[in-house]
């Protein structure tokens, strides 16, 4: 199983961009999926996350800025980021609990990060 992100880039405060991390591989099944941010020197924090059946949760410093949404017949998992301010400026990372076919229980993966950077 393998998580591929993409969409990062460089933007100006008050920018948008869209990140994407569609999961692949030996799939049963995908439970909650999630995007994580980390800055040099500190911990990785939740950004947003959602459900399969589609309950969401954000940071309270992304609220209404950040929207997360899924595309459950492509496995795809997506954060569309709004009103980006330079404080936003970090490596964002997908998560996806996975149930891989013909194994019991379900495993937490990764996918390589994609910068995100804001400009003051």
């Known amino acids: 199983v393998q998580l591929q992100a993409s969409g990062g880039g460089l933007v100006q405060a008050g920018g948008s961009l869209r990140l994407s991390c569609v999961a692949s591989?030996?799939?049963?099944?995908?439970?909650?999926m999630a995007w994580f941010r980390q800055v040099p020197g500190k911990q990785r924090e939740l950004v947003a996350a959602i459900t399969s059946g589609g309950d969401t949760n954000y940071a309270d410093s992304v609220k209404g800025r950040f929207t997360i949404s899924r595309d459950y017949a492509e496995n795809t998992v997506n954060l569309q980021m709004d009103s980006l301010k330079p404080e936003d400026t970090a490596v964002y990372y997908c998560?996806?609990?996975?149930?891989?076919?013909?194994?019991?229980?379900?495993?937490?993966?990764w996918g390589k990060g994609t910068q995100v950077t804001v400009s003051s």
């Open positions: 591989g030996s799939i049963h099944s995908i439970n909650a």
């Open positions: 998560n996806a609990n996975i149930q891989e076919l013909r194994r019991y229980g379900t495993m937490a993966y």
